[in-house]
């Protein structure tokens, strides 16, 4: 995150939503939108000129749609943080986001609090999942091949060459904690926590917090209620 203040940029193509975002994020003081995209790739480039700390991103954008510019984002400029916003929650759109290293995915039909809440959150390094989205990421973790038994025995493997301190770091940023608040938890300095939360992804072989979280709640570090 650059200083104490959070960089956004917004993304949609109504320019009405725009404002609204824009006006609720004005609310709190600690977050200045920096620039602003009509569609997915106006927002690549913008986020390549401006380097916000976050991109919030609609789905449903002409030219390049959200998740393709989420890809983007993180394939150019990972150190931008991406969160999508948008109208739907259908778990094809979840997955998707998640698979293309989004760390946040709120509902415009949400609390305003939760979007300041959860861009907050991705720009100190977290992952953000809207309660509704999150009790559904939940839910999934039951179904597929196998049932939860399977995916669960899956998960416990993967986490199997982790340390027990790797794995404590893990179960931390399943429930949602920042770098600094973890080192906090831990007695570490942060820059030791980031070495772990990087080793932790490059040993799951994720791409970011919330596919490392999802892991974690499969795996049984973390209760999924």
Do not use: C, W
């Not at 200045?32 to 976050?54: K, N």
């Not at 559904?136 to 597929?144: D, F, K, P, S």
């Not at 040993?203 to 490392?212: E, M, P, S």
């Amino acid at each position: 995150m650059t200083g104490q203040r959070i960089r956004v940029l917004l993304a949609d193509d109504e320019a009405m939503v725009r404002a609204g975002v824009k006006a609720i994020l004005a609310s709190d003081d600690t977050i200045d939108v920096i620039a602003e995209a009509a569609d997915g790739a106006e927002a690549v480039d913008a986020v390549q000129r401006h380097r916000p700390d976050v991109a919030v991103l609609d789905i449903r954008m002409p030219r390049m749609d959200g998740l393709a510019a989420a890809a983007e984002i993180r394939r150019t400029t990972p150190e931008t943080a991406v969160v999508i916003l948008t109208t739907f929650s259908e778990d094809a759109y979840i997955a998707k986001a998640l698979g293309d290293g989004a760390s946040g995915f709120l509902l415009k039909s949400g609390d305003p609090r939760e979007l300041i809440a959860g861009i907050k959150a991705v720009a100190a390094g977290a992952a953000y999942l809207s309660p509704k989205v999150a009790h559904r990421v939940i839910t999934e973790l039951g179904a597929g091949p196998g049932g939860r038994m399977t995916r669960t025995a899956e998960a416990q493997k993967q986490i199997e060459p982790l340390t027990p301190r790797e794995q404590e770091v893990l179960a931390l940023v399943a429930a949602g904690l920042s770098n600094a608040e973890i080192a906090g938890r831990l007695f570490l300095v942060e820059g030791t926590v980031k070495a772990y939360v990087s080793a932790v992804l490059t040993r799951l072989g994720v791409k970011n917090r919330v596919q490392a979280a999802i892991i974690a709640y499969e795996a049984g570090l973390v209760p999924s209620a």
